[in-house]
Structures are given as structure tokens and as C-alpha cells.
């Protein structure tokens, strides 16, 4: 539940725009008048998702672990300092 908690309001953005949210896809001149629409995809702030991307794969090599009974503590252990440490720049 934690992840859906903190993963949940990053991924959904898309889901549930409200009006404020088209603003990022418009440019305006001085005046506030729509000059041109923006159609290419937002690549701001991806750091965020590239942190979370490699929280789900931590977790997943986790559970991959226990259900074939591998030894992967340490090495999922040394991955979440290295994440956190990513997470916390």
C-alpha cells in the first residue's frame, strides 16, 4: 500500500488533468494570447520517475527472490541506499 500511496499521485497526472493542467501545453505572448500549442512530450522532472522506476524493480527483484528462494538481501539492500541516495539529490 505504501508504493500505491507514493506512487499513485506521480503516475496519474495524465488521468485526472483539470484545467490548470492544460497550461503546460500552450505558449502565450505578452498579452496572455495563445500563440502556439505544445505537442511534443514533457521530459521535465523525469528524475522523479527514473527513481521510482527503480524502486518497482527492486521490489520486484524481491519478490522474485523469495518465490525462487534466492539469496538477493544484500544486493537489494545495497540498491535501496543507492536509490535513496539517487532520490535525496
Do not use: W
Amino acid at each position: 500500500m505504501p508504493l500505491y500511496l507514493s506512487a499513485y499521485p506521480v503516475l496519474n497526472d495524465s488521468v485526472h488533468a483539470g484545467i490548470r493542467d492544460l497550461e503546460r501545453h500552450v505558449e502565450t505572448d505578452a498579452d496572455g494570447q495563445i500563440v502556439a500549442l505544445r505537442n511534443e512530450p514533457c521530459v521535465d522532472d523525469l528524475e522523479v520517475l527514473f527513481v521510482m522506476a527503480a524502486e518497482f524493480l527492486i521490489l520486484a527483484l524481491e519478490a522474485h527472490g523469495t518465490i525462487f528462494r534466492l539469496s538477493l538481501d544484500t544486493f537489494c539492500d545495497d540498491a535501496k541506499v543507492l536509490d535513496f541516495g539517487l532520490a535525496s539529490l
